[in-house]
């Protein structure tokens, strides 16, 4: 698990260093059609700008690319303003109970 993390982190950094624009639909069409893993490109999309359009026929374009509902979900979460449902979900396990 940990050797999968590092190499998405690696992943990231590397597109990072390499690409200062502003990530769009197209962009995500683009890695998954690469065959990107959902892993790394939402990774991609809550660390990145972005300039999505979520627009019915955008949405709808998306999905018939083969863009799966959680990178729609956070790409719209992302353009929102609001934080993406992975990046605010907590572990598996982790306790819900305030600190004290």
């Known amino acids: 698990m940990k050797v999968i993390r ?37 990774s991609m999309i809550n660390l990145q700008r972005g300039d999505y359009s979520t627009k019915v026929d955008d949405l709808i374009a998306l999905k018939q690319a083969g863009v799966s509902d959680k990178l729609v979900s956070a790409m719209a979460a992302k353009a929102s303003g609001a934080p993406s449902p992975a990046a605010t979900a907590s572990p598996a396990g982790a306790a819900s109970s305030p600190a004290m």
């Open 6 to 42: 590092a190499f998405v982190f690696l992943v990231c950094a590397g597109v990072l260093a390499f690409s200062q624009d502003a990530l769009t639909n197209d962009a995500i069409v683009k890695m998954v059609k690469a065959g990107l893993s959902e892993t790394v490109i939402l």
